[in-house]
T-cell receptor
């Protein structure tokens, strides 16, 4: 089955700086790569996703890049704000997705 | 359009009792996924169902756990003879197809005493 590794497990940045979270996956058949944000005690919510026919996707301050050859994908958040503080999960798969272990992002005002 | 509904939101059971968790997908969604999340940990896939069919149950423990998604009504995750290690948040998600975004419910927090 699919195996997704996510780094770092915790990340602290100053407000206004950028944050980068990286994931690798093992199954070359995976073609869907979503990213979820989970605030404490709440449900995961999709923030951006990318499919294997696209190398990069951007939505305002959030961007995701995908390198299918190397089997890794990354989340980039620019101009971070305190409300970006949360746990972020990457996932990879096709019919179902496998989640990474999460990155706890803290944005320091 | 109501989102994914889960009930109960909190469930307390004593060891040996049964727990039944319900999930109503978003309108028009026929695919349901169940995940378990322990505190400070990630989402572990348990089972993927379509109406009246289990598509993938590779993440479900072989004993005590079962899931169904009947033609009518919500999806049910059933845990028999609960043990303390079953204490966790159980999330379900739904999607209109297997290659689409999954929308998560608010979760059921199960506590086993």
């Amino acid at each position: 089955g699919e195996n997704v590794e996510q780094h770092p497990s915790t990340l602290s940045v100053q407000e206004g700086d950028s944050a980068v979270i990286k994931c690798t996956y093992s199954d070359s058949a995976s073609n869907y790569f979503p990213w979820y944000k989970q605030e404490l005690g709440k449900r995961p919510q999709l923030i951006i996703d990318i499919r294997s026919n696209v190398g990069e996707k951007k939505d305002q301050r959030i961007a995701v890049t995908l390198n299918k050859t190397a089997k890794h994908f990354s989340l980039h958040i620019t101009e971070t704000q305190p409300e970006d503080s949360a746990v972020y999960f990457c996932a990879a798969g096709y019919q179902k997705v496998t989640f990474g272990t999460g990155t706890k992002l803290q944005v320091i005002p | 359009n109501a989102g994914v509904m889960q009930n109960p939101r909190h469930l307390v059971r004593r060891r040996g009792q049964e727990a039944r968790l319900r999930c109503s997908p978003m309108k028009g969604h026929s695919h349901v996924y169940w995940y378990r999340q322990l505190p400070e940990e990630g989402l572990k896939f348990m089972v993927y169902l379509q109406k009246e069919n289990i598509i993938d149950e590779s993440g479900m423990p072989k004993e005590r756990f079962s899931a169904e998604f009947p033609k009518e009504g919500p999806s049910i995750l059933r845990i028999q003879q609960v043990v303390r290690g079953d204490s966790a948040a159980y999330f379900c998600a739904s999607s209109p197809g297997s290659y689409n975004e999954q929308f998560f419910g608010p979760g059921t927090r199960l506590t086993v005493l």
